[in-house]
């Protein structure tokens, strides 16, 4: 597999006043596939939109060289470009009185004359686009009277309809409520994969970015680079390392992360279940220390959870006592643990 | 898979009968400012010295041919050109409120002809020799030199400051300034050319003799023809820099020729007519909410017909009172065009909206 994307030893960052260059990550060497969705991971800082506006040609590389389909990225003028990679901003324009038929018709942009008419050709593929991005029905509606969701969609129909084997995304799922970004994730991932297109796009939404990416990208500041399939990232340890701060902490075997806030007394669950694992993320919720076995600390509630049982049942050494559901059981823990202090 | 493409067809026809509406109001007022004033003419006297037939008084020939037609294509052009440059500049700098005349570009163009006027002092013999003063080539090439520069200072720090309010704020400054540059050359300067200055800038259609009228129309055009090609990038930017870069355009190159055509018009206009207030303003507004559109290959067309009928519209509300000339044109398209800019304000609660 040939990537259309390279990068040899570039470094991306920006120019202070005075001419001064602030580099933000050197040393990059970096490929993207086609038919591939890449997610582009790190916290705030760690320089995602400056990779991905170098990437667009909106900056230049510091040092370095960044190839796209196998040709240095300043040899190509804008026009050239803009039929190799498409992009979408963080930030949606504010237009009146502009349709989305318009807004998507933008994407054709590179390809129309002089004045921009649309040929019936050009206005098939906008149609096409349209319906990929499942905003069809949106057509005549004005784009400034759209949601966050549809907006954003519309955005990504424009760049379907520039027909770039490259598309570049900045935040995309930004702003948008769950369901929403997980439509536009699914949108991405249907363009990468059936119109082989090498999708980059930067987000901060984890755990989607792990169930939806085909490849990973970590960044951090002051760290270099590093690539990988999501799955491999997590079990290497680097995807916890990259996000690990203060209080927080990747746990591997729930593949989420979780905020050590241990406060309270520790409990043993025992069992295998859905509700295990829910009663486990409730525990720690409220600041119990979830353990899976009795270590020498005595004071420890144990707890077993019955398979066949539907209810609760909470053992300590002298009683054992059953629950309806998660809630009563958290009020019995509390008062237990108001009365012990008093 | 239907494609509705009659939608899109139908579109182009209703823009087709608004721009038809506009020419016939055009054209209306175009007779009325011909055939109103201190002498009216008969409207069939006035096709018949139009169309070179002479007319029964002599005297009306030589009003209309002189006078009358003369103003009436300066107005019709100059609203054209504002529109364009304030359509143009709102635009580049994605700010509904930018005008020529609100940014400082119109005050710029005021620089270089007070520095011709006052302290070049480019001889003057008298007010009723004007005329001649204003085809001087010397005061175009001013005016062009001083609104490009503001427009380039303008366009530097709109660059830099992505807030349009500080942007506009700036041109305001700027615009303040550079009339504090004018004042203090007109406290240096002779009675009789302070007088000459201050006859310009109260701003009139009147101005450009047949003769010149030839060199304005000509650059006018050229200016109108220019901003017409450039329709394509002009809706590219309404997506801002970024999105238009990646759209194929060169916006580097693309800012800098759309500063100089607008600095051409605007100035070429500030030269003959004086500095004329918020026509540049508001014309860009009326156009988009009423071809209810954002697209230039529309707006372009609507701001030269709507500019040139609104400045027909004033001048003929200038000259009401009874003689040539008698009111100010600023002070007519102030009082027209400063409600415009407060119903854009109650309007767009968001300010950066609707360019």
Known sequence: MSSILKTYNLSVGYYLNRGKAKILHRNIDLELFRGEITCLLGPNGSGKSTLIRTFSGFQPALTGELQIVGRPINQYKAIELAKVLGVVLTEHPVVGNMSVFSMVAFGRSPYTGFLGQLSKTDKLIIKKAMQNAGIQDLQNRQFHSLSDGEKQKVFIAKALAQETPLMFLDEPTAFLDFPSKVEILQLLRTSAWEQDKAVLLSTHDLNLALQFADKIWLMGQEKPIVTGIPEDLVLSGKFGSYFDHKNISFDKTIGTFTFDASTKQAIVVHGQNLKLDWLRKALHRKGYRVLNTKDKDSSVIEFSLDIEKENFELKSDQSSMAFQNIEDLMIFLDEMKFQKTK | ?355
């Open chain 2, 1 to 355: 898979m239907t494609i509705s493409t009659n939608d899109i067809s139908k579109d182009n026809g209703h823009y087709w009968i608004k721009m038809g509406i506009i020419v016939l109001l055009g054209a209306i007022f175009f007779i009325l400012n011909i055939a109103m004033g201190s002498v009216f003419i008969p409207v069939k006297e006035f096709f018949k010295i139009i169309f070179g037939m002479g007319s029964e008084n002599p005297a009306w020939s030589s009003i209309v041919i002189n006078s009358r037609f003369p103003q009436a294509v300066t107005a019709l052009l100059a609203g054209a050109a504002l529109g364009a440059g304030g359509l143009m500049m709102q635009t580049l700098f994605r700010n509904p409120l930018a005008g020529p005349s609100v940014l400082g570009v119109s005050s710029g163009a005021s620089l270089g002809v007070a520095i011709m006027i006052l302290f070049v002092s480019v001889p003057v013999g008298n007010i009723n020799m004007f005329s001649q003063l204003a085809g001087n080539f010397s005061i175009v090439l001013a005016a062009i030199a001083g609104a490009v520069l503001v427009l380039l200072l303008i366009g530097m720090l709109a660059g830099r400051f992505k807030n349009n309010t500080v942007v506009l704020v700036m041109g305001i400054m700027i615009a303040y300034a550079v009339s504090a540059i004018v004042g203090v050359l007109q406290f240096y300067s002779l009675k009789e050319d302070l007088q000459t200055f201050v006859m310009w800038g109260l701003g009139s259609f009147a101005n450009v003799s047949s003769n010149q009228l030839r060199h304005f129309t000509f650059v006018i055009i050229i200016g109108l023809l220019l901003t017409l090609m450039f329709s394509k990038p002009l809706n590219a930017l309404l997506l801002g820099e970024n999105y238009a870069q990646n759209l194929g355009v060169n916006t580097k190159k693309i800012r800098i020729i759309l500063i100089l055509i607008t600095g051409l018009l605007t100035a070429v206009v500030t030269a003959y007519c004086g500095p004329i207030a918020f026509l540049g303003l508001a014309v860009p507004h009326l156009s988009r909410n009423f071809f209810k559109t954002s697209n230039h290959l529309i707006n372009i067309p609507g701001v030269i017909l709507i500019g040139g009928l609104m400045a027909l519209i004033c001048n003929l509300i200038a000259r009401l009172p009874g003689y040539d000339g008698a009111l100010p044109i600023n002070a007519i398209t102030s009082i027209m065009g400063a409600p415009v800019v407060i119903w854009i304000i109650i309007k767009r609660t968001d300010f950066r909206a609707d360019v």
